[in-house]
């Protein structure tokens, strides 16, 4: 039997969505809407048990349930994201193969040199 917190699998998905985002989480079991809050899930073969905020649980057929995690649209809660690039010390060839930390000696071409690409003559 394996079990399934959804607050754990929702936590998850609002994170890689935008924490601050609003989210509503619907469950349907055979096409009808449940006005309960699902917080945990149990597997026993084909069925499931959902567990329910108020303590409630229903059974009933895998291919019967849905529970669907939908966004606000009008906010991610990601604002003001900047990169922070760390380059790379040394010489590499333009397919990335490290050539070593100095272009001398290097034949004529284009270099990455400490992040800068470089024209060796």
Known sequence: MKTIRTGLCL???????????????????????????????????????????????QTAEMN???????????????????????AKKGVYNLKGQYLGESPEGLPAGIYIVNGQKVNVR
């Open 11 to 57: 936590a998850a998905l609002a994170v890689g969505a935008g924490v601050q985002a609003e989210s509503k989480v619907t469950t349907t079991i055979a096409g009808e809407t449940i006005p309960k809050e699902a917080v945990k899930m149990t597997f026993d073969n084909d069925l499931v048990t959902i567990t329910f905020s108020d303590n409630s649980t």
């Open 64 to 86: 019967l349930v849905n529970i669907a995690l939908d966004h606000n649209q009008g906010s991610s809660g990601l604002t003001n994201i900047t990169a922070d690039p760390k």
